[in-house]
């Protein structure tokens, strides 16, 4: 069975949980619990909750073995030295094992690019590489999600490979595709400068691929007693334009106290950014 969550991950999870209470067997709620549980940061618990609710011994489902490599992907990135390398081939050989298992080329790509984190021979990736390309759908018949994920895993094939203009124009088409899915284009992102750090090279050209930035804003309150900015509001509204257009910001989070708060979330609005309140 599954089901349709939302993306705020706290609602995420306790959602997933109701679904467990109503029934101890829901395989996709636990998983989207553990998911939930890693996006939020609380990768102990994550870990943690994967063993309890035995999801490493699930066989032949991509989501949940997948979600193993992810883990000790984590792991990997929050540590360092041996342990870190020790994650890596941990999360390598999980991801592989999905891959394997289920051949869904999620878990394809993320074991070559893990191998590659994991210092494994480059013949060992480019085999890995090749088998992922093979399998990836070629038809058109693809929901703009879809079709998002195929391409920008065509293209990290490629930037595993070195062919770094190939993998340029493949995460152009991508993004084409599902050009709104910001949250899809920051874990491609992701884990593209992760492979460019891997390799030692610079990424300056993911830039044309980054999403708009969010902004946390805060201001004074403002009472009869004061006057600010009575004769420079358009100065200030002005400038705050200029901010907003100059960092690329497309999300605004803040409350609507009377003052510079309802300034920024006008200027927010009137800039074409989504307002959180």
């Known amino acids: ?126 085999a890995r590489v090749d088998a992922i390309l093979a399998l990836l759908p070629q038809t058109s018949n693809l929901d703009p999600e879809d079709h998002y994920f195929v391409e920008a895993t065509r293209a990290e094939c490629f930037l595993l490979m070195g062919e770094g203009e190939k993998a340029r124009l493949s995460l152009r088409g991508a993004l084409k595709f599902d050009p709104l899915n910001y949250a899809a284009h920051a874990t491609t992102l992701k884990q593209f400068r992760l492979i460019l750090k891997a390799k030692n090279q610079d990424a300056y050209w993911l830039k044309e691929f980054t999403p708009p930035r969010a902004v946390h804003f805060a201001g004074h309150i403002w009472d009869d007693k004061t006057t600010p900015l009575a004769s420079s509001g358009d100065d200030i509204t002005t400038q705050l334009s200029d901010h907003i257009q100059a960092h690329d910001i497309g999300y605004g989070y803040g409350a609507l106290a009377a003052g510079a708060d309802i300034i920024f979330a006008e200027s927010l609005l009137s800039d074409g950014a989504q307002l959180h309140v």
């Open 1 to 126: 069975m599954t089901h349709e969550f939302s993306n705020n991950y706290i609602e995420h999870y306790e959602t997933a949980l109701g679904l467990i209470a109503s029934n101890a067997d829901d395989l996709a709620a636990k998983h989207q619990a553990v998911l939930a549980l890693a996006r939020m940061g609380s990768l102990d618990f994550a870990v943690s909750e994967y063993a309890r609710y035995g999801l490493g011994e699930i066989r032949n489902h991509e989501d949940i073995m997948a979600l193993g490599g992810r883990l000790s992907k984590d792991l990997y990135l929050a540590s360092s030295g041996k342990v870190a390398l020790e994650h890596a081939r941990d999360s390598a050989a999980k991801y592989e094992a999905a891959f394997q298992a289920t051949k869904g080329f999620y878990s394809g790509i993320n074991a070559a690019t893990m191998a590659l984190m994991a210092g494994m021979p480059g013949e060992m990736i480019a």
